[in-house]
């Protein structure tokens, strides 16, 4: 469960102009999924709005990030001002902020909530793998199996079903099982859609 949304932060998400949808549930599409890490901000000064419990041992294990005076601190003057310059930048699209080296990193997702001065941030760990490059977490993200995982990688890397069940030592039709369950999981019916859902959180490769 996340934390309870103070007032400040309700008051400026009924800021959005949005007359048919309470401030408290235009909110909650990022809280959906609780075991995705989740925090508010302010765009302004970085003040911890609100944030679920996944974000703040996240943040508690993180060599690069800390809650300080009730703000969200990224440790290092450049790395702080460099994250800063990130957010005052930001419009209304999604964009996709890395904290931390590829031995032992952060991916936040942050983006503008609507025209208001709060900010969505999610944290991913990030999983590095010597074939497939360097991806978030899908299986925290998506909620996928590790065979599901590197299914999905595999995927996105073009590889076909007969490829798919060689790769992972299963049949064909276990393997074309995997993909159904995969695409449910991702909200997905085909391989185009999977691409654009999953290309966010694929940082090198």
């Known amino acids: ?34 075991a995705i890490a989740c925090l508010f901000l302010s765009a302004q000064t970085l003040e911890v709005l609100d944030a679920n419990a996944a974000a703040i041992r996240l943040v508690d294990a993180s060599d690069e990030l800390a809650l300080s005076g009730g703000k969200l601190v990224v440790r290092g003057k450049a790395a702080a001002e460099q994250f ?16 931390g080296d590829h031995h032992r990193s952060l991916l936040m997702r942050v983006e503008r909530v609507d025209e208001t001065d709060v900010i969505a941030v999610q944290l991913f760990p990030i999983a590095q793998d010597e074939d497939q490059g360097l991806w978030a977490n899908m299986g925290v993200i998506f909620g996928l199996t590790p065979s599901e995982d590197r299914l999905i990688k595999l995927l996105v890397g073009g590889a076909n079903i007969k490829t798919l069940s060689e790769d992972l030592g299963i049949s ?25 859902a999953v290309a966010p959180y694929r940082l090198k490769g």
């Open 84 to 99: 800063r310059r990130f957010v005052y930048s930001l419009d209304g699209a999604p964009e996709i902020h890395m904290v």
């Open 172 to 196: 064909v039709e276990t393997a074309r099982t995997h993909v159904r369950r995969s695409y449910l999981k991702i909200g997905v019916s085909n391989r185009e859609q999977l691409f654009a």
């Open 1 to 34: 469960m996340s934390l309870p949304m103070t007032s400040r932060l309700v008051a400026l998400a009924g800021a959005t102009g949005r007359e048919d949808e309470a401030p408290s549930l235009h909110l909650s599409r990022w809280f959906a999924n609780h």
